[in-house]
């Protein structure tokens, strides 16, 4: 059990801190070394976060850890959205709660859950997309605590619903990769719902994009890399 590494500001270079990680991820502290220092470079975001997306797109995606740094230096809103349901709060000077069962003892099973889990997609190895439910999570949270303690009522059998109904999702072009650096999409940050382009330059058709045209893609959804992260550092089984 590690909790203390939820709220540690830095990871490293404490070799004591570095076995504990390795123990959690199950890798050797020799090649998480290079994971946990791309972690730290990443300013003001929730460093278990942060270790969870890069190990995550290291192991399965084979990105180097500073270029997906890189990404969430770039972009702070992705790990501040993992943590707004992965530590939840009903309000701002509310405790931490857990209104999705995600850190309950028997919630061993890593099952994703399509209307709160977000993803991060590499699409030919270059451009990387940023895919998020366009729920009210934290509405739908705080129906789920509300209605667990008067036992039951609309809302909250609305809640159950609207975590099995399919989602949509907001979907956010971040930027492309080359040479080992990342270079962000300007353009995204000015729209509210921006297009994904198929090239690093404007295109003529908007409706063509990377999301349903690619010649290769890996997905991977960063909400499950972060719960099992923090799974495991609670001393929690998890069944992957």
Not at 50 to 58: K, R
Not at 167 to 176: A, D, K, R, T, V
Not at 213 to 238: F, H, M, P, Q, T
């Amino acid at each position: 059990m590690f909790p203390s590494l939820l709220t540690r500001a830095e990871l490293g270079p404490d070799p004591a801190v570095l076995a504990d990680l390795a123990a959690i991820l199950g890798e050797d502290e020799a090649s998480l070394a290079a994971v946990v220092k791309a972690a730290d470079a990443v300013a003001g975001m929730p460093r278990w976060i942060v270790l969870a997306v890069i190990h995550a797109f290291w192991r399965k995606a084979n990105v180097a850890p500073q270029v997906t740094s890189s990404v969430l230096n770039a972009w702070p809103e992705i790990p501040a959205s993992i943590e707004e349901v992965l530590s939840f709060k009903a309000g701002a000077a509310a405790e931490e709660s857990d209104p999705f069962l995600f850190f309950h003892p028997i919630a061993t099973e890593t099952i994703p859950i399509p209307a709160l889990d977000e993803y991060m997609d590499l699409v030919q190895n270059r451009f990387f997309i940023w895919k998020r439910p366009t729920i009210d999570r934290t509405s739908l949270g705080r129906a789920l605590i509300e209605g667990s303690q008067s036992y039951g009522g609309g809302q909250y059998l609305d809640a159950l619903r609207s975590l099995k109904a399919q989602p949509s999702y907001q979907s956010i072009w971040l930027g492309f990769t080359e040479g080992g650096r990342f270079f962000r999409n300007e353009r995204s940050r000015h729209n509210l719902r921006p297009t994904l382009a198929s090239s690093v330059s404007e295109i003529s058709n908007p409706s063509s994009s990377f999301e349903n045209s690619y010649a290769c893609k890996i997905s991977i959804n960063v909400s499950i890399a972060a719960r099992e992260l923090k799974r495991r550092a609670l001393g929690l089984d998890v069944v992957s």
